[in-house]
Structure formats: structure tokens, C-alpha cells
């Protein structure tokens, strides 16, 4: 009998006789068909898939033995499976078969390039046991190669697998350990009981009570029961074990995560509960006798607004461009909202004194409705959590003084331009706003740290419970602050956390309450690269220059009630020849950007043909500062392009047709919003709803790691805003369109790649073109790639729609789309559980290289199809998604100079192009909108004449495995 013959016995057999009692919830779904799994692995012991399921099955059953018999099989069958070596190490871990670890996490990387790491995790090996005693030489080594697998990824950035591998990991006996070891544990076993508790509440009470028998008292489990009993809301087993996990933290010198730092200052329920009937507080910073006040002389006016902030002498750099944005918003409001903003400072210096008082003094000249309240003062502990907590120390006194609505924030901070409408819609329709992303819709919390109520911003418009809360806040962190603590940070967090649960849960359902990220009040300093982006974006705004700048504001307010009347089109910069009238919307050259725009046939002096051309700044939210372009004729199209982002085009519509998708992705979000490197290098997908988006032209594809650098999905040029936008439309029949964007890709010492996008229509007709031309502005060669991802759904998209090409030669992406094959030119209806399948194509062409794709409906009554040149787009993806409609039930149909595998297998396959110095490429795709039978017809016809016949190829394995 062969060797796979006696596999499948023993698999059968084991599967069979052996059935797991108590299953994780992470692997429970891949077992609920095990008589089709075994069936599978019977007809196809092959398929790797199959062979990790039954891997896993037998690492839960700890049947080791088949668990290494199956790992080498289907290391035998591909030897770079990357996940196998995962399951290998893991393996030789619970086995104590330390002699293969490493060897494992080595084949996790390239050998080429990575041949040092064994020398380097045995330099770190001997750094841990210089503090060891000899006789715990053994020991200290083995802990160590439990964390080999993460050392090993965190430290090559290498992609982590899902957390149910860890389930094979934990627990482990940790609690005589180093405690450079126990603190690692500790870390790694947080992360993972969190994410198991948001899955399977149950699963984790046994996980936790395994890992107290193996290692019994530790601070690592006491946080985590006491989230558990936080989340069914049984408060005394919560005080119990947060301060249990405090005590053994500090005595064994075990520091927690920085976003578990609210154990730290957490305070029983029988200390907190006490303070609503405390009159008097606490000083434990010491400054509320020394503190000195400066109120605004507001006169007669009243108060309606009250906004609050706090900060140090560093972090009074963000002040001015606060301040700034806050005088442009009011000013924008026509100066109606009579509004008080205090600061409360520590330890300022003389000049940071001196403009206070300046600016107090020149609010009240200049604008009269808006004013300054400051303090400061010197705490005897001066750090990050006493600054953070500081505004919250001094808010119920500014509320007393001040009984009206009231915004609490971060200084690190900035107001957009429409905070008075957002205020006003706030006002008049909800109670309070909190960041309450951790909060159920029943008002209750979600499985994470109680401490995780963001202090960011709140809105209070609800006296009463106002009055309680400040009142509550001020007391907890004079109570908390503890100088012993290895930190205080969260202390705000986890005082507002226990606020929420005293004055807000039991009257969830009375109150109207409003998510204060869903409603935008706010741009972070995560919004637009961090703490010291936001210093620098927009422009340094300082001590120096900050009333010039708000005498600018002031200005340009009385200049715009000036140019009302002043006919829009005369404000772009508009240019003649004799063929073509030329308006430049966007130019950093000139420093021009003409903002709302809009111009029509008639103001041109053309009868016959009607269309219309608007460019639009959106407002609100992430599209805060987005602009459109939407070019529309009533007989033809409807087409919408984003400069903003990268020239995309957002969606194409006309006489029942649309061109587009629904992405759960609403907004038109401002790439500042955007950080391609979140997601594990996926954060592309957090703007991602275009019909149709360039991914390119530096690199594109799937994320991964390259000579130590993250090349993140899909590249940046969609989320680069045009430095230059032209639109173009002859003065004489058929009155051409041209809407044209300059996209750069430069960076010091990196790249200069400048790309004049196009898109090119004829009113009325329902086909455009965009002409895409690529130069190397840089003195060396330089790698390329795009890939035109262009994306529909209904209508086009349905049951039984078909995607149709004249195809050389079709392969699955990856072994899940393997399943597919057979199926590839037809579609699925919205499908719950449809993971993306992606095939890459070789496209038959004409002999000048001119090539068509298309997706026609189930009846062919109305299509898509796309055109290009083979010569310069040699490859075809098709991208399906029919997962359920609020997920994204989409296609993608995208021609590319490559595949969209990481750029080191692209490169490894030669799919990647260069481009030499000055040299300009070219690309040139064609959109065309099949409006009934016999447009779609007719390009069934061409395409079934460019495939004759010749045959297609259907390769049943990926060409490549990322």
C-alpha cells in the first residue's frame, strides 16, 4: 500500500473515531463538514487546504504524531507553503523539538537574504541569559523559542497569520520565567484573549481557566477576568481582579500594554460611587490654589457655545492652529454663535503668557463674539497622564461659570471650516456625543477594555448629566493619580469609562446619543499622519505668524461676501485658442485653486449640444476638502471624477446604465484620511469605492516586503491629490471634452514619476477614453507598473451575468480561487460568505495589440466593455466579489502591466517594466456603455472574432503563491 493510501487510512480513521468534544470557535466552521472534508482529502490528498484543516485537527486533538505526518506531506508537495512552516514551528514547540524551530521560521523568509537571522536570534538568546543562573540555562532557551515564530515576523515585517494559531501556543508554563520573558507572554497572551473574547465569550472563560491551572496567579489573567466580568456587568468580581492584576503587576515589575494602562488607575466601585456626594476634592496635583485665572469680559453677552481644552508648555505648539480654525469656522458662521474657548495650561513660559494675553485682548476688538478664558499653573507631577487629564480637572468650574453646551478636546486638534452647522445639527437633535465606537446599540459595552471610551472629544448638552459628569471626572482623577504606578495613562479614559456607566447606561434608552467620530466634529492628528503632521499640515501656524494669519481669515470673510455676485466662471483661470477654450481648475505652479466651480454650454455660446461641467469641494466627514468634477449631458453620460483622489473616476451613469459599485466606503475620502501602511499595508481599502482607480505607478498589486520596505496595496496614485487640473472642450462640433489631471509620484532620492491622466468624451456618445501618459522626470531608470482596476455592479452585474474576453491562457490567484475555475466567465448573485476569487488572464489580441473585456447581464441586453492595447497593457485581471451588497457585491475588470501578486513575485515572474530617463509611456483603455442587444452584440462579435480558433488555457493551479 502507498504512502498516501496508509495517510488517508490513518486520517479517516483518526477523524472518525476521535471526534473533538470542545471545539475553538475559530476552527469550529472548517469542521462542520467533515464527511465532505474527508471525501475531499480521499479524491484529492493533494490539496493543500485540506491538509491544513486536518493539520490543525490534529494539533486541537493533540494527536501530534498525524499532525507531523500531514505537516511533511504537505511540505513535500509545495516546500515553500508558507503556512506549514508556520504549523511546523508551532509543532516543534509543544513538542520540545527545538532543534527544528528555527529552521522553520527561517523558511518563513527568503534564505537569500535573511541567512543572519539565526545568528541574530542566537546573539539575542545569549542578551537573555546573561541575567539567568546557570541552572536555568534550559529553561530561559525554551521560553525564548515560544516567541520565536513572532520574533521572527515582527522583526522581517512579515505578514502575521490569523490568531487561531496562537490557540495551539497557549498556555504555557511562563510564571517562573524572566520577567523580560513573562512580560513578552504577557503581551502576546492580551492581544490574543482580546480578540478571542470579541468571538467566543465562553471559549475564553476555559481559555482562562486553563491558563490559571498551568500558571495560577498572574497579572496577565486577572486583567482579562476582569474584562470579563466588566462585559456582564458584574462589577465587584471586575474591581477584584483589575486591582489584583495592578498589585501583581507593580510587585512584579510586569508593565501592560499602554492601551491597558487604565487597570492601572482603576478605582472600586465602592470608592467611586462616593463621589457624587463629595463636595470637596481632592488636590493631588496641587493647583487649585495656585492656579491663576484669566476669564474673558464677555459684557453682556451670553454664552452658547463653551469648548475646552488643556495642555503643557510643549504641547501649546497646537494652540494657534486650533485657534485658527476655530475663528475660520465662526467667521464662516457669519460670527452669530456667541462662543468661549478655555484653556487650562501648565508651566507656560513668558512668551506663551504674553500671546494669551494678546489674543485675549485682540478677540475682543476683532471679534466680539468670541472669546478667551485661560489658567495656569505648576503641578507637582508633570506628566503625560496629568496633561492629557488636565482639561477635565478644570471643566465642572468652567461649566459652573459657563451652564451651556460644551465641546471637550484633545489640543492636538483642529475644527473644520463647517463646525458651527456641525454644532447646530449636534444642538438640536442629541443630548450628548462621545467617541462611543466600544458601545452596543443597546448601550452596553463590546468585549474590549472598559478604559476604551474615547476622551478625544465629547459633546455635553445635557445640563444635568452634564454637571454629574464633570463633577464625577474631576474627583476620579484627583483620587487615581498614583505616582507608584508603573503609568497613569487612560486614567481619563477609565474615569469617563466608569462616568458612562454611572450617569449614562441606566438612561441609554432616554437619551439621544451621537457618535462624535460619525458625526466629524473633529480632524485628529491620526486624520492626517500623526501629532507632527498635523503641526506642519496646512502650514506652521505659531506664536509668529498667528495674527497675520487670522487678520488673513478675517480679510478674505469680507472678500468672498464681496465676490457673491461675481459670476462663477469668471473666477477660474480661463484661457483661449482658436480651437479650445481651456480653464484651469488647479495649478500649485500659479498657487491657484478656484474651489466651487461650474460652467455649460450656453456661457460657451454652444446651441446645439447641451452639457454641463462642475467642479464640487465636498464638506463633512473623511470627504472633508474633496473635490469633484462631474461632467454631464442629458443624452449621454454622466461621468465623476475626484482629483483628490488621483484622478479616479467615482462612477459613470446614464439612461439606466451606471458604471460603479456600492462600496461600504460612502464617503469621497480625502487621501489625509488615509494611512496606506494600516491594515498590514491594506489601508488603501479604507478609501476604495471608484469605478475606476489606477493602482500604480511606483508598484502595485497586494501588499509585502521588499529589501526591508513595505510596498503598500495597490500603490499611491489614487490617493494622490492632482497638482495640476485642466479642463479642455473645442469650439467646434462635436465639442470634445478633456479633462486632464497631473498626478507626481516624487520623493527624494526615490522617485520622479509624472503622469498626465486624461479623459477624453464627446457629448452625448456613450464611450469616453482616458490617455494616460507616464515620464520619468528622474536621471536613472525607474520600475513601473498600473493596473486599471475598474469596478462594476448592478445593473450589469447579477446571477448569471457573464465576463467575456478572447482568452489565451486563465489561472486561479491563489487556491481559493481554485474552486472557481471551472466557472470563471459566469457570476454568482450576492453570496453571504463569498470570499474574493481572482483569476489572472493572457488575452488574445488583434496584430496591433487592440484587445477587448466586457461583462454583459444575464439577457446581454446591456454591457461594459473595455478596450486597450495589449502592447501596453499585456495582462488582465478579473477580480470577483459577489459577496453580499453591504459588503461590496462587485467586479473588477482591470488590464495591467501585471498581476496583482507583491511586487517581489511580480518581479521574480519579470512583469515589471522600466522606464528610462525622460522617457514618456503611454496608456490608452476605452470605456464603452452597451445600452442594449445589439451594442453588446456587437462586441460579442468582435471579441469572438479576435479569440477564432484559437483555444484557452485553463491552468488549475496559481502561477504563483504569495
Known amino acids: 500500500m502507498t504512502e498516501i493510501a496508509v495517510l488517508k487510512l490513518v486520517v479517516r480513521s483518526f477523524v472518525k473515531n476521535h471526534p473533538i468534544e470542545s471545539l475553538p470557535a475559530y476552527l469550529r466552521p472548517e469542521f462542520n463538514q467533515l464527511e465532505q472534508l474527508l471525501d475531499t482529502f480521499v479524491k484529492n490528498p493533494t490539496d493543500l487546504d485540506t491538509i491544513k484543516i486536518f493539520v490543525k485537527y490534529s494539533l486541537a486533538a493533540k494527536n501530534f504524531t498525524l499532525a507531523q505526518q500531514l505537516i511533511q506531506f504537505g511540505l513535500a508537495i509545495d516546500p515553500n507553503a508558507f503556512e506549514f512552516h508556520y504549523l511546523q514551528a508551532i509543532l516543534s514547540f509543544k513538542t520540545n523539538n527545538f532543534d527544528k524551530l528555527p529552521t522553520h521560521c527561517l523558511r518563513l523568509l527568503d534564505f537569500s537574504k535573511h541567512r543572519q537571522l539565526l545568528d541574530s536570534l542566537e546573539h539575542q538568546h545569549k542578551q537573555e541569559l546573561k541575567n539567568q543562573q546557570k541552572d536555568s540555562f534550559s529553561k530561559s532557551l525554551d521560553n525564548c523559542f515560544f516567541f520565536l515564530v513572532e520574533i521572527t515576523l515582527n522583526r522581517h515585517q512579515m505578514p502575521h497569520l490569523s490568531q487561531e494559531y496562537y490557540l495551539f501556543l497557549f498556555p504555557y508554563l511562563i510564571a517562573n520565567s524572566t520577567v523580560n520573558i513573562q512580560s513578552r507572554y504577557n503581551h502576546l497572551f492580551i492581544t490574543f484573549c482580546n480578540s478571542l473574547g470579541r468571538k467566543n465569550h465562553n471559549q475564553l472563560l476555559d481559555f482562562l481557566a486553563e491558563e490559571f491551572a498551568i500558571n495560577h496567579d498572574t497579572p496577565w489573567y486577572h486583567i482579562m477576568m476582569g474584562k470579563v466580568f466588566w462585559f456582564i456587568h458584574d462589577r465587584e468580581k471586575t474591581d ?58 464677555i459684557h453682556d453677552h451670553t454664552p452658547e ?15 494657534p492652529k486650533f485657534l485658527l480654525s476655530l475663528i475660520k469656522a465662526h467667521q464662516k458662521n457669519n460670527a452669530r454663535t456667541v462662543t468661549v474657548i478655555s484653556l487650562f495650561f501648565d508651566n507656560p513660559s513668558t512668551a506663551q503668557i504674553e500671546f494669551l494675553q494678546n489674543t485675549q485682548n485682540y478677540l475682543k476688538q476683532h471679534i466680539p463674539t468670541l472669546y478667551l478664558t485661560y489658567n495656569h499653573e505648576l503641578s507637582i507631577h508633570p506628566d503625560g497622564a496629568y496633561f492629557a487629564s488636565l482639561r477635565f480637572l478644570f471643566a465642572e468650574t468652567i461649566f459652573e461659570k459657563y451652564p451651556v453646551p460644551t465641546f471637550i478636546f484633545d489640543i492636538d486638534t483642529y475644527l473644520p471650516d463647517d463646525f458651527f452647522e456641525r454644532f447646530n445639527y449636534l444642538k438640536q437633535n442629541f443630548d450628548l456625543a462621545l467617541r462611543i465606537f466600544s458601545i452596543a446599540p443597546n448601550g452596553s459595552q463590546h468585549f474590549v477594555e472598559p478604559w476604551c471610551l474615547g476622551a478625544t472629544a465629547m459633546y455635553l448638552g445635557e445640563p444635568l448629566i452634564t454637571k454629574k459628569i464633570l463633577h464625577f471626572l474631576k474627583h476620579y482623577i484627583n483620587h487615581a493619580y498614583n505616582s507608584e504606578n508603573l503609568t497613569n495613562w487612560c486614567i481619563d479614559q477609565s474615569a469617563l469609562s466608569q462616568a458612562y456607566e454611572y450617569y449614562i447606561r441606566p438612561v441609554w434608552n432616554n437619551l439621544k446619543m451621537a457618535d462624535a467620530d460619525q458625526e466629524s466634529i473633529l480632524i485628529f492628528a491620526q486624520h492626517v499622519g500623526g501629532k507632527d503632521a498635523l503641526y506642519t499640515y496646512g502650514g506652521v501656524i505659531d ?22 455676485t461675481i459670476p462663477v466662471s469668471a473666477k477660474s483661470s480661463l484661457s483661449t485658442t482658436s480651437d479650445t477654450h481651456i480653464f484651469t481648475l488647479t495649478s500649485t505652479n500659479n498657487n491657484l485653486e478656484v474651489g466651487n466651480w461650474k460652467v455649460d454650454n450656453n456661457q460657451l455660446n454652444i446651441t446645439d449640444i447641451p452639457f454641463t461641467i462642475e467642479q464640487t469641494i465636498l464638506r463633512g466627514g473623511k470627504q472633508e476638502g474633496s473635490k469633484i ?11 465623476t471624477i475626484s482629483p483628490t483622489r488621483g484622478m479616479s473616476i467615482i462612477n459613470v451613469t446614464g439612461q439606466d446604465m451606471r458604471f460603479g459599485w456600492d462600496s461600504p466606503v460612502k464617503e469621497i475620502v480625502n487621501p489625509v484620511f488615509i494611512n496606506l501602511e494600516s491594515r498590514n499595508g491594506a489601508g488603501w481599502l479604507e478609501g476604495f469605492n471608484e469605478m475606476m482607480v489606477r493602482c500604480g505607478f511606483e508598484w502595485a498589486g497586494h501588499p509585502g516586503m521588499e529589501n526591508g520596505q513595505l510596498y503598500t496595496l495597490h500603490g499611491k496614485a489614487g490617493n494622490i491629490p492632482a497638482s495640476e487640473v485642466i479642463v479642455e472642450i473645442s469650439k467646434k462640433a462635436p465639442y470634445t471634452i478633456k479633462i486632464k489631471g497631473l498626478i507626481k509620484e516624487s520623493s527624494f532620492k526615490k522617485a520622479d514619476l509624472q503622469i498626465w491622466t486624461e479623459l477624453s468624451y464627446v457629448p452625448n456618445t456613450h464611450e469616453f477614453t482616458l490617455h494616460d501618459m507616464l515620464t520619468n522626470h528622474a536621471d536613472y531608470p525607474h520600475d513601473y507598473q498600473i493596473m486599471y482596476h475598474s469596478n462594476f455592479s448592478k445593473p450589469l452585474l447579477e446571477k448569471d451575468s457573464q465576463f467575456i474576453a478572447p482568452v489565451k491562457d486563465i489561472s486561479p490567484f491563489n487556491n481559493y480561487a481554485k474552486h472557481g475555475l471551472n466557472d470563471w466567465q459566469t457570476y454568482l448573485g450576492p453570496t453571504k460568505d463569498f470570499d474574493e476569487m481572482v483569476f489572472n488572464i493572457v488575452p488574445y489580441a488583434k496584430p496591433d495589440g487592440t484587445t477587448l473585456a466586457a461583462i454583459v447581464n444575464k439577457d446581454h441586453t446591456k454591457g461594459a466593455a473595455i478596450q486597450f492595447n495589449t502592447q501596453q497593457l499585456p495582462y488582465l485581471t478579473l477580480w470577483k466579489n459577489t459577496d453580499t451588497e453591504k459588503q461590496g457585491y462587485v467586479t473588477g475588470i482591470e488590464p495591467g502591466t501585471n498581476y496583482a501578486y507583491p511586487l517581489s513575485i511580480e518581479r521574480a515572474h519579470q512583469r515589471i517594466r522600466q522606464v528610462m530617463p525622460n522617457q514618456t509611456v503611454h496608456f490608452e483603455i476605452t470605456y464603452k456603455a452597451l445600452m442594449n442587444q445589439n451594442a453588446v452584440s456587437a462586441v460579442k462579435k468582435e471579441i469572438s472574432e479576435i479569440q477564432g480558433d484559437q483555444q484557452t488555457t485553463l491552468n488549475p493551479n496559481p502561477i504563483a503563491h504569495e
Open 305 to 319: 457655545l463653551s469648548i475646552i481644552l488643556g495642555c503643557d508648555t510643549k504641547y501649546f505648539r497646537f494652540f
Open 543 to 564: 506664536l509668529n505668524n498667528f495674527f497675520d494669519q487670522v487678520q488673513q481669515v478675517l480679510s478674505n470673510n469680507f472678500k468672498e461676501t464681496m465676490m457673491e
Open 240 to 297: 477584584y481582579h483589575f486591582l489584583k492584576a495592578r498589585e501583581l503587576s507593580l510587585k512584579q515589575q510586569i508593565m501592560f500594554p499602554m492601551n491597558e494602562g487604565g487597570v492601572y488607575s482603576w478605582l472600586p466601585d465602592t470608592v467611586s460611587k462616593t463621589f457624587e456626594t463629595q463636595e470637596e476634592c481632592p488636590d493631588r496635583f496641587q493647583i487649585y490654589k495656585t492656579c491663576q485665572w484669566h476669564y474673558a469680559d
Open 629 to 639: 468634477i462631474t461632467l454631464s449631458t442629458p443624452n449621454g453620460l454622466t461621468i
